[in-house]
């Protein structure tokens, strides 16, 4: 009895079929991500403007925003500017008060430069290192996820 075998030709095609639907069809199309707005206050409620927040996932890349004069913030996906949202799952959220330099700066090192000329952070600096930061949310899928911080304030 003769046992008939595929061609090598016709496995070839299948599998060339199989990675096309895959690519087609997106295996993995990046990170889920989902949309995040908030606001930033003082503990009493006074919004901050020039607060630097970032988003840190476990899962993916960070998202960062500045807030506006109102406090509020959107957060866009480190990875891609046009992105906005963060990872769906757990972060830790860091924050940075810019107010005294007005801006973000940083050298060609990455380390911050401090243009202040004498200010003084309005925040506590309990909030500027995420993995000590005691900020904490978690992003869920399918939802447009608002948060509002409250900031204590820096010691005098």
């Known amino acids: ?21 895959c690519f087609i069809l997106g295996c993995d199309s990046g990170p889920k991500v ?3 707005t908030g606001v930033v206050t003082l503990a009493n409620g ?7 927040i970032e ?9 960062y925003a500045k807030t506006d004069d109102s406090g509020n913030f959107k957060l866009k996906l480190d990875t891609d500017a046009q992105l906005t949202g963060a990872v769906i799952g757990k972060h830790k959220v860091s924050c940075r008060d810019t107010w005294p330099s007005k801006d973000d700066v940083l050298t060609d090192g990455g380390e911050w430069v401090d243009n202040s000329k004498g200010k ?11 993995a000590a930061s005691p900020l904490a949310y978690e992003v ?3 939802e447009k996820n608002h948060f509002e911080i409250k900031l204590d304030p820096a010691p005098k």
């Open 1 to 21: 009895m003769e046992v008939r075998r595929p061609s090598i030709l016709l496995s070839f095609a299948t599998l060339c079929c199989s990675l096309l639907s």
């Open 46 to 52: 006074k919004p901050l403007e020039l607060i630097h």
């Open 140 to 142: 869920k899928a399918g």
């Open 55 to 63: 988003f840190w996932s476990e899962n993916g890349p960070r998202s």
């Open 34 to 36: 989902s949309e995040v």
């Open 120 to 130: 003084k952070a309005r925040i506590h600096s309990k909030y500027s290192d995420y």
